[in-house]
């Protein structure tokens, strides 16, 4: 009943409008300042740190603009899904921390997790009418 109520295609839109800008928003933050970038990526302990930084600013503004513009959702979506399960456990391992700490970042793991979901989801759906196809 309801989904006739609901205007799926601007729901999609709004979603993939949200999603994207996450990864906006952190990808041109690691890239205006990269060596903080890449200070973070030591901090974590990720492997080859400016690699590693070079790699998040790739995939968080090249699949974040994508999403934006519905280009290629399903297989993107499935990528950043899987992007985001792994920064999650490189970057809020709560489980070797104590105190407050350890509740931050297991909030901070669990939205990972969270937006992992929906990205999920979103592959599943699609992008909606309102999308730039690729034929």
């Known amino acids: 009943m309801l989904t006739n109520l609901l205007p799926r ?3 999609l ?3 993939r409008v949200l999603l994207a800008g996450l990864f906006l928003v952190m990808g041109w933050g690691k890239l205006a300042d990269f060596p903080a970038a890449v200070s973070y990526m030591i901090q974590t302990g990720a492997p080859v740190p400016t690699l590693s930084a ?3 600013i790739v995939v968080e503004l ?3 603009l994508a999403l934006l513009g519905g280009i290629l959702v399903e297989p993107i979506a499935i990528v950043l899904a899987l992007y985001t399960i792994v920064t999650g456990l490189i970057g809020h391992h709560f489980w070797t921390m104590s105190g407050m700490l350890r509740y931050d970042m ?5 939205k990972n997790i969270s937006i992992a979901g929906g990205l999920l989801a979103l592959a599943a759906a699609g992008p909606g009418r309102f999308a730039i196809r690729l034929r």
């Open 9 to 11: 295609d601007a729901l």
């Open 13 to 15: 839109l709004t979603g």
């Open 54 to 56: 070079i790699l998040a």
């Open 62 to 64: 090249g699949a974040g």
């Open 106 to 110: 297991m909030i901070h793991f669990y």
